[in-house]
């Protein structure tokens, strides 16, 4: 998958929990992506977070706390 639909798709699952506090939001879309998302595409975003690859989608910055919490093997069991 492209880095920018990655990226595109994390923003909207931020989008939706933005309006919940912070803390939850947070937890909301690093729960939703380990509960939904396949390690693989965890692992891309993973890449993209740490400036690995550049995106031309700027990211969430809820994505970005989100995914601090996600392993970097991109696997994550909850």
């Not at 492209?2 to 699952?13: S, T």
């Not at 931020?14 to 803390?23: G, I, K, S, T």
């Not at 909301?28 to 939904?36: A, T």
């Amino acid at each position: 998958m492209q880095d920018d639909e990655i990226v595109r798709m994390a923003n909207q699952i931020a989008q939706f929990f933005a309006v919940y506090p912070e803390e939850d939001a947070v937890e909301g879309i690093r729960e939703h992506l380990v509960k939904f998302w396949p390690p693989s595409m965890r692992k891309d975003l993973l890449v993209v977070v740490n400036g690995l690859v550049p995106s031309a989608v700027p990211l969430h910055p809820l994505v970005i706390k989100a995914a601090a919490q996600l392993r970097p093997s991109g696997r994550d069991d909850g």
